[in-house]
């Protein structure tokens, strides 16, 4: 199995940097998501690796080997797309071999190699018909079809899911999961949606403006992050932050409360801590903030419930059966031991 390896790469469009130094290793065999706002840079450097865009520095390898001048058709690697790129007047048979023939293989073991991807895929009865004739989540199985059969070293993804329905598309994230865990091939796969990095990545690469926030498994990056960005990307509903000052081994939230922490550092600006960590408490005592029950959002088997506290909005994950009503006066308690301290520049300090 292959590696990529991405060593101080810079990319500029005009005066504008996209990419500056940026340093990455995808382990073979691994799972690798890139995870960003829009306009980060992820498709910039998925290209990159494909060899569809030039760059000003850096050197990027793929198995070992330095790729900088290589054209893409020599990178061995496969590429899937956000709107599949199928040739519409192809059969799925002829769209899923058009690789191969151009590549001049033989007729019969191209036959061999789309038979084998359409039953991976279970598209095995679709392969005569034409894209137009395929639901959006068959056309997503063809374009990947169409990159198994190559057998690459690498899969290159780019949002393949955001053309989809919701529901589809969290049927072809554990596809595409389940499909890596059977073919084992190393995957760069680009999202913006936070949701599909924490819950199909070995890794996770947080990028924000072409930079590197943090690589993580997805539980390191959830309950360590080291920066406020990272923290407020990853998990849903977001992380909740609230203006504090630290003095003397405690932390001042808005209004009465003041929380210890097991440590305390200076420069402390902005707590954060989840909704799943924090409680409703009937003694004043155990309590750090008080407000108002603002909405309440039932899931089912839990509640999300968002507190009106000094102005600030806090949102507390309760138990599907929790008997809180709008505007109902409520005392929270944030659990000190998950709690998070960022300094102003949204650095975490503790
Ligand atoms: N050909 C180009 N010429 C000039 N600027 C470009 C070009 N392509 C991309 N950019 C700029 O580079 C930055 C990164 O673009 P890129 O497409 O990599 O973002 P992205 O992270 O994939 O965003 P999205 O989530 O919206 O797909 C953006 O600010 C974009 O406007
Ligand atoms: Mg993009």
Redesign the pocket.
Known sequence: MSGVSIRNVRKR??Q?E?ISDLSVDVRPGEFLVFV????????????MIAGLESFEAGEIFIDGRVVNTLHPSERDIAMVFQDYALYPQMTVRRNMGFGLKMRRFAAPEIERRVLDAARILQIEHLLERRPRELSGGQRQRVAMGRAIVRNPKVFLF??PLSNLDAKLRVDMRSEIKALHQRLKTTSVY?T?DQVEAMTMADRIVV?NG?EIEQIGTPLELYHQPKTRFVAGFLGSPAMNFLPVTAADGFIRLPGFGSLRLPETREGAAELGFRAERVRVVYEEASAHLLGTVAVLEPLGADTLVTVSCEGHRVVARLPGDCALRLSEAVRLAIDPDSAILFDAAGQRVS
Do not use: A, I, Q
């Open positions: 469009y005009g504008v996209v960003g706002p829009s306009g980060c840079g992820k498709s910039t450097l998925l290209r780019d949002e680009v913006h990028l072409g």
